[in-house]
C-alpha cells in the first residue's frame, strides 16, 4: 500500500520555524518529484514548494521564498520543509504530495500520491 505519512506540525509562534517530514512507504518515490501543498480553511489547497527527483531543481511560491526550503533524502524515501520566520497567514494544513513524474508541478492535478496532512497553527 502507497503511503505518505507527514509529521512535524504544531503551533508556533510568529517568527517561529518548524521542519515539517513526509516518509514514504509502499512505492519508491527516488523517480518522482515531490511537492508540498497547504489548505488553509475556505481556502483552495495551493502550492508551496516542489523538487525534482534528484533534488537539484526546486520551486517555492513567492509567499514562501526565502523563507522555506524543500529537500529530500532519497535514501530514506523522505522529504522535508523546512519553514523559518513563520507568519500567521502560513497557518493551514500542509500535505505532501509524489508526481509521478521527474518534474516539478505546481498544479495539484498532476499529483498521483497524496498524504493525510499535518496541521501548522502560526499564532501571532
Known amino acids: 500500500q502507497v503511503q505518505l505519512q507527514e509529521s512535524g506540525g504544531g503551533l508556533v509562534q510568529a517568527g517561529g520555524s518548524l521542519r515539517l517530514s513526509c516518509a514514504a512507504s509502499g512505492r519508491t518515490f527516488s523517480n518522482d518529484a515531490m511537492g508540498w501543498f497547504r489548505q488553509a480553511p475556505g481556502k483552495e489547497r495551493e502550492f508551496v514548494a516542489g523538487?525534482?527527483?534528484?533534488?537539484?531543481?526546486?520551486a517555492y511560491a513567492d509567499s514562501v521564498k526565502g523563507r522555506f526550503t524543500i529537500s529530500r533524502d532519497n535514501a530514506k524515501n523522505t522529504v522535508y520543509l523546512q519553514m523559518n520566520n513563520l507568519k500567521p497567514e502560513d497557518t493551514a494544513v500542509y500535505y505532501c504530495a509524489a508526481s509521478g513524474s521527474s518534474r516539478v508541478y505546481v498544479s495539484p492535478r498532476q499529483y498521483n500520491y497524496w498524504g493525510q496532512g499535518t496541521q501548522v497553527t502560526v499564532s501571532s
Open positions: 523538487i525534482n527527483r534528484s533534488g537539484g531543481s526546486t
